[in-house]
């Protein structure tokens, strides 16, 4: 296998949606990937899938939950173990939770508020200090347009994304003349799973014109690698953040409340139980101990073998599907 820029990248939720087209854009330019997702067989089939359309790349994979307090600190040490040393990481890993506020479902909250909000502070923390000494190294934090305005019915995400904004330009000038570059990607409703996960699927924005992955990731790409501040990909996407400059909070509160509305009535309150996602995973809320996996994909073979580096506990099958509804963008 070969690296020929002789660079690595850590991407949080990199088994799907926009974190697996990052993953792309980093192989085409050769660079060593490691994959760090919760559901562990999910990311190996994922680590998998990238190997076989990129054999000349590096890829390896940890699995974690990095809602749990000490994942990010186990990922570092795995990081460090392996002899890794990052040039880039990508904190994209997130998602959301669909609903009025009172009636929302707490415990998928405080766990998104942990990944979207903690587990990218932490992450940022661990790995900064030594691209700082050695004064190079990229991170993109995934934020989104929703970190411009407020987001009715996903009032917590977007509080989550909102303090992604403010973090990471505060962060932008104090690393200014550091060689440390920093860069938001802002996506627009995208065609993920993120709609599933969030039970956002019969929402206006979830039924609109969604962006593909694809687009996103391209744009986040090119505005790290030129070290830009910010990514906003997609027209729509620009004009979305162009009104929320100009138009007071409450007015963009009320367009995002219309836009967030279902199309249809759901028929039952099964929604939280068939979207609901780490929190009510039983071997990850009452484990402390995230489980940390790490796998390189031999060529040779047609599965990546991980090597289990914790107990069992915590590493399951993947509940999330991707949609069967196709949008295009
Ligand atoms: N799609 C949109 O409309 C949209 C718009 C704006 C911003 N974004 C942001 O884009 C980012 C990527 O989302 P996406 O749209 O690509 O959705 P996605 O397809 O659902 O991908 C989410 C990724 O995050 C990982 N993840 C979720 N919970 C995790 C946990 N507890 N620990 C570790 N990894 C975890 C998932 O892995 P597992 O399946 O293993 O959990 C998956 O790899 C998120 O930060 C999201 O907020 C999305």
Known sequence: MENKTGQTVLITGASSGIGYELARCFARDHYQIIMVAHYANKLREAAERLQEEFQHVNIHHIAADLSKDNAPEKVFTEVQQQGWQLDVLVNNAGFGEYGPFSESDLKKELAMIHLNVIALVHLTKLFL????????????????????????????????????????EALQEELK??????????????????????????????????????????????????????AVPTF??????????????????TAMHKQSEEVKPKKSTAKKASTAKAPEE??????????????????SSTKAAPTELGSSEGVTETPVKTSSRKKKA
């Open 236 to 253: 729509k996407a620009k004009a979305e953040v162009a009104a929320s400059n100009i138009l007071p909070d409450s007015v963009m509160a």
């Open 177 to 230: 003349d550091s060689g440390v570059t920093l860069t938001v990607l802002c996506p627009p409703a995208t065609d993920t799973n993120f709609f599933k996960v969030a039970g956002a699927e019969n929402s206006k924005i979830a039924q609109g014109n969604l962006a593909s992955a694809e687009e996103v990731a391209a744009g986040g790409y090119a505005a790290l690698q030129k070290g830009e501040a910010r």
């Open 129 to 168: 200090p030594d691209m700082l000494s050695r004064k190079t190294g990229k991170i993109l934090q995934v934020g989104s347009v929703a970190s411009f305005m407020p987001a009715p019915l996903q009032s917590v995400y977007g509080a989550t994304k909102a303090f992604i904004l403010s973090f990471s």
């Open 282 to 299: 039983p071997t990850s809320t009452t484990s402390a101990e995230p489980v940390t996996s790490t796998g390189t994909r031999k060529r």
